[in-house]
């Protein structure tokens, strides 16, 4: 019912700067949360940030200082500065839909591969 597919992902220097982007489609009414989440090999998907409809962001402590997330209704971009080749990850945009006659419904997309070298 919701589609959502990630872009800007690439290799980068430490140090340097990425920006992804998430561009939701399909039956988009009623999301009232978004974010990124990460996952490097041989680990489990974490919360990189998140925010909802009227709220604030919300952080992963690793990245409070150098990651800006923002949202325009169903579309998601993550501003990365400061790289670290910790960060070396695919990150998945995520999409919450809340609606009355389903109250929570989960969309992933399919990811996008940052690399952060030394």
């Known amino acids: 019912q919701v589609q959502l597919v990630e872009s800007g992902g690439g290799l980068v220097q430490a140090g340097g700067s990425l920006r992804l982007s998430c561009v939701a489609s399909?039956?988009?009414?009623?999301?009232?949360?978004m974010g990124w989440y990460r996952q490097a090999p041989g680990k489990q998907r974490e919360l990189v940030a998140r925010?909802?409809?009227?709220?604030g962001p919300i952080y992963a402590d690793a990245v409070k200082a150098r990651f800006s997330i923002s949202r325009d209704n169903a579309n998601l971009w993550l501003q990365m500065n400061s790289l670290k080749p910790e960060d070396t990850a695919v990150y998945y945009c995520?999409?919450?839909?809340?609606?009355?006659?389903?109250?929570?419904?989960?969309?992933w997309g399919q990811g996008t591969q940052v690399t952060v070298s030394s």
């Open positions: 995520h999409a919450r839909r809340v609606t009355f006659s389903s109250p929570v419904e989960d969309y």
């Open positions: 399909g039956r988009i009414f009623g999301i009232d949360q």
């Open positions: 925010i909802s409809n009227g709220g």
